[in-house]
């Protein structure tokens, strides 16, 4: 998997979905239901939802104003 095919998918999906599947892609094992669920369930994230689970894992109120802001500038990004 190279370049041309990775570019896309973190254009679409977002660079944390294409670090798991170059991750397993390059773990050269047969993809499991597992790892298709869990491509499944990072596909369906949005920024939104990706920038509140890292304020909440830095221990950031998402609804302070910090975290309001963050939310804000990860949603405009997208």
Known sequence: M???QLIPIIAQ???S???KLWQKWSSGATPTQADWDDLRAA???TAKDRMVKM???QG???ISEQGKLF???ASKAA
Do not use: N, R, V
């Open 2 to 4: 190279g370049w041309e």
């Open 13 to 15: 999906y977002g660079l």
């Open 17 to 19: 979905l294409a670090e």
């Open 43 to 45: 596909a369906g994230q």
């Open 55 to 57: 304020l909440l894992d």
């Open 60 to 62: 950031i109120d998402p």
């Open 71 to 73: 939310i804000a500038l």
